[in-house]
């Protein structure tokens, strides 16, 4: 008796590769591979040492058979041509150097004549080791979530084998998606037995006879362990995903030279009146251009004001917007509960109720954290103000986390602490990742004031998070900027525990990352690759969020300067920030095809000319923008540049890498040291230099003992390998 349900694509695998026959067999390290032609599918078999086994379905004959199967072999790879009635078929079993058992089958479709696909079964289907019915059981950790990578993470567990880290290359089918309108959402997954890629149908619009097209680009590698605590699923995952990072294809990184921009930027917030809105004669910003309706948000103002603080102070000048914004934080402080709040005090009754939070004194849980979070970081810039706000409101964040136990549920009633809404979905439990942030905002009160106290509720509200593993991620910004404070911990107590939490946070964000990119439909020439999103099931990736992930991950890498991290993130973290350097110019519509923008926005206007982002950029057969053009991610240039640029007068210019980069020292010549992985690459511009002077620059770096000179691209370009120091002098 089976356990599992299955399809009837899956119930006769089993038999049917029984009763065949291999038809090519080969060894890859301590695993057996053996390729078997059942008639309506060709499979690979994989057998782990200890004897149990797992198919790939390698191909399928869509209700015909194949007739024919050639297979020729070369050093590193297995060529496989094979068709049926209805199609000709190309597969490439290739085999990559790597430490574990890897291959990649790279499998592609002619059709005879147009047709039409109403069904594709998923690609893999564990077996058990003597070929009966007898049934399997397996833990799937990690699987896509809509448009993100297109992953599967599992280990089978009966009978005992191991784990399979399973990714497909889903760029690879991007010509298909835009021949027949499909969408690769939702497409690398299943449910146990029946498990990886389900080639998206084309039920509508026909392919076309005659041309070839990829149908499954897959990277597989085995593990012969089995993780189970939280810390060893998650270093798993992420040394997995880094070991496939690395043979991946991956599309050049965008460039952007975000000098001018941030001065449009600057210039079009300070100057447009869609982006403003006054009360009690103080100018506050909307969240959206032209979203007169809702009430001015503390959140909104510290967005802009904290990297805007961040970008005056790199160029060394002033402008009348700091402080405007500035001089309206004070007025979001309510006295009676000793605490900032949400919404304008003097504009509550403006309030319409339209959602949850909408409502007078009604605030999400990550809410209250978020404003005391950037107060905290300008106060240790220096302000005052800010400090004196933060500290006026800190006791009002221990009251609230003391009444829910270190748990927040998802709204709260500021005044009487009654819950609003206690989880996000039924079962599901409240903002998991909040207690991250309220110990963040616990370890930045204690180095502002060094008491001892401000130690101990961070402390206790991170015993909250064991157990969760990804599901500690909530909001991709909050749980990125947790990962940080928890290495903080780590640092200030020797505790590995919190910097085994950190990885639990990254790994959450990793795996809500899309490392693929979505070249259809109306987004078929933006770079979607390494996009983060907002939320574990949000549609779509979002400008603010991105930006503090960002920001967050720079902070990460800072905190862990003189600690030894996982080598995995040492790839992750900087080959994020080098394609969101380039990647995060393409939220401001300027920058966009006017295709591609929603012509009807759920919250006030978009002005296509005007440099703020959009909020939301959706999948290619989607427009993007129909949340607004958000003003409060219009901090996105001032962000980046104080931490990708730096001036080197004495040189007469401008630095730009677009990886991180620590202990950077000017004097007559420039060293600075890449913070990445020697197995990667970054680039690096020089801008601003007059011709004469970038002809006399030397750009170099050092190699074991000795410093050589860096691959130079032209006007300025060079190419440097991702860790090491490096040396520019004249």
Known sequence: MMINPVTPWTATVQADISNSVPIFEIDLKAYKLKIHNVGDSIWLIVFWPAGPSIAFRLAFGMNSLFEKVTISEASDEILITASTRLAYYRIILFFPESPLATFRYTTTIRTKLPLLIPFWPRDIVPLTKDGNSENTAGTIHAKQVGSRSGQLYFSMTKPKAGSVFYFQNLTAMSPYCQETEVSLRETVGGEWPELGFQFPV????????????????????????????????????????????????????????????????????????????????????????????????????????????????????????????????????????????????????????????????????????????????????????????????????????????????????????????????????????????????????????????????????????????????????????????????????????????????????????????????????????????????????????????????????????????????????????????????????????????????????????????LEDIHDGWEKSGEVGQEVYGAGLAFGIIPRQYFKIDNLGGTVFINYPISNVRIKNSVTFRLEGSALLRAHMRLLGFSKDNLKKIHVEQKVKSSYQSARALGNGFYELVGAGRVRISS
């Open 202 to 613: 084309n039920a509508d619009k026909p392919l076309p006879a005659n041309k070839e097209y990829i149908i499954s680009d897959a990277f597989v590698q085995f593990d012969e362990n089995i993780p189970e605590s939280d810390t060893e699923i998650v270093e798993s995952y992420l040394d997995l995903l880094a070991s496939i990072y690395l043979i991946l294809p991956k599309p050049e990184p965008s460039q952007h030279n975000w000098l001018p921009t941030a001065e449009k930027i600057l210039d079009n917030i300070s100057s447009n009146k869609g982006c403003w809105t006054q009360t009690d004669g103080i100018s506050y910003l909307n969240a959206y251009v032209g979203d007169y309706k809702t009430p001015a948000e503390i959140m909104v103002q510290l967005a802009v004001l904290l990297p805007l603080h961040e970008y005056l102070t790199w160029t060394g000048q002033s402008h009348p917007m700091l402080q405007e914004l500035s001089d309206g934080l004070r007025y979001f402080y309510d006295k009676s509960i000793k605490s900032l709040v949400r919404w304008h005090p003097s504009l509550k009754d403006d309030l319409d109720h339209s959602e949850d939070q909408k409502s007078e004194m009604v605030t999400d849980s990550w809410y209250l954290h978020h404003p005391l979070l950037n107060l905290a970081r300008l106060a240790l810039r220096g302000d005052k103000m800010a400090k004196k706000l933060f500290m006026d409101s800190i006791d009002y964040a221990i009251k609230v986390a003391r009444n829910f136990n270190y748990k927040w549920p998802v709204f709260y009633k500021m005044t009487t602490l009654e819950v609003l809404k206690a989880e996000t979905a039924p079962g599901n439990g409240g903002e998991k990742d909040v207690p991250g942030s309220y110990a963040h905002v616990m370890l930045l009160a204690w180095q502002l004031t060094k008491e001892k106290r401000f130690l101990l509720e961070a402390s206790r509200a991170i015993k909250k998070l064991d157990g969760l593993a990804f599901d500690i991620f909530y909001q991709a910004n909050n749980t990125a900027f947790a990962a940080a404070a928890f290495v903080e911990m780590y640092k200030v107590t020797n505790d590995k525990h919190y910097l085994e939490l950190s990885y639990c946070c990254l790994a959450g964000i990793f795996n809500n990352c899309q490392l693929w990119d979505r070249n259809y439909g109306y987004g078929k020439n933006f770079p979607y690759f390494f996009s983060v999103f907002p939320l574990k099931d949000a549609p779509y990736a979002a400008a603010y969020e991105e930006l503090e992930v960002f920001a967050a991950l720079h902070h990460y890498l800072e905190a862990a300067a003189d600690i030894e991290i996982l080598p995995s993130l040492r790839i992750f973290i900087p080959e994020f920030i080098k394609y969101a350097t380039g990647r995060l110019a393409y939220y401001y519509p300027p920058l966009l095809s006017q295709e591609m923008i929603a012509k009807e926005t759920r919250t006030g206007e978009v002005q296509k000319y005007l440099w703020i982002p």
